[in-house]
């Protein structure tokens, strides 16, 4: 909803970075150290003199870093000067808590923390466990257009079968590999057998013939 989006996304910016999650997470943060939400704005512009207030103006350099031909333009609108003391806004956040927020509340979405320095924070470090939090290496992009409105429902149903449709292709490549490797080591077994057989000694089958047993030495003929 408008109360978890981050400024880029307000002012009409089509340049989606991690920045946009980053915020919508200390939307959330700051909204479990409030109890209620930080910035419920009425309209898009009340929203972003809502965020100004916790921020501040932002620079030229944030404006042109937002990437939206109506940045500036809309900025022009916007009343609020100066941003609110930290304290003012949490007056029960701990300094850690605090800390976090300035860091992911931040106008200019190239200047958040990243997922990976935000694990690393020490008002989350506790809970850091790199072995169980692999990165993905590339950019997840959803075949779901931006452009089509859809309803939760839609939206949700059509997620819902990309991620079936996913399952279903990486069960085909498991389902592959194994019967690979299957096949792989029926044949390395055949091998090993055949060699086995190969070289081991064979026996023939010996006849019992009658022949004539030789003399032992010393006997003979006795002669009378």
């Known amino acids: 909803t408008r109360w978890y989006r981050a400024p880029e996304i307000l002012l009409g910016s089509t340049k989606y970075t991690y920045g946009v999650d980053m915020w919508s997470a200390g939307c959330i943060l700051g909204e479990l150290l409030l109890g209620k939400p930080v910035f419920p ?9 809502r ?11 944030d404006i042109e870093a937002i990437d939206s031909p109506f940045a500036a333009t809309m900025m022009e609108s916007c009343t609020v000067t100066h941003a609110r003391p930290l304290h003012d806004i949490f007056p029960r956040a701990s ?5 976090l927020l300035k860091k992911l509340l931040v106008f200019n979405p ?5 997922p990976e320095q935000v694990l690393k924070h020490p008002f989350v470090v506790q809970f850091h466990n790199p072995v169980d939090e692999p990165e993905a290496g590339r950019v997840f992009v959803l075949p779901i257009s931006d452009n089509t409105k859809y309803t939760v429902a839609e939206y949700r149903d059509r997620l819902y079968g990309e991620i079936l449709k996913k399952k279903r292709e990486m069960m ?10 299957a096949a792989v080591r029926q044949a390395a077994m055949a ?4 060699g086995a057989y190969q ?8 006849g019992h013939g009658h022949g004539h047993a030789a003399p032992r030495s010393g006997s003979g003929t006795r002669k009378g």
Do not use: V, Y
Not at 41 to 49: A, H, P
Not at 110 to 114: G, H, I, Q, T
């Open 110 to 114: 190239n200047k958040r923390l990243s």
């Open 172 to 181: 085909k490549l498991i389902k592959e590999k194994q019967a690979h490797l």
């Open 199 to 206: 070289s081991s000694p064979q026996h023939g089958h010996q």
């Open 191 to 194: 091998s090993d057998h055949t």
């Open 95 to 99: 300094a850690a808590a605090a800390d």
């Open 51 to 61: 965020i100004m207030e916790f921020t501040g103006r932002p620079s030229a350099e």
């Open 41 to 49: 704005g009425s309209s898009t512009m009340n929203q972003l003199d």
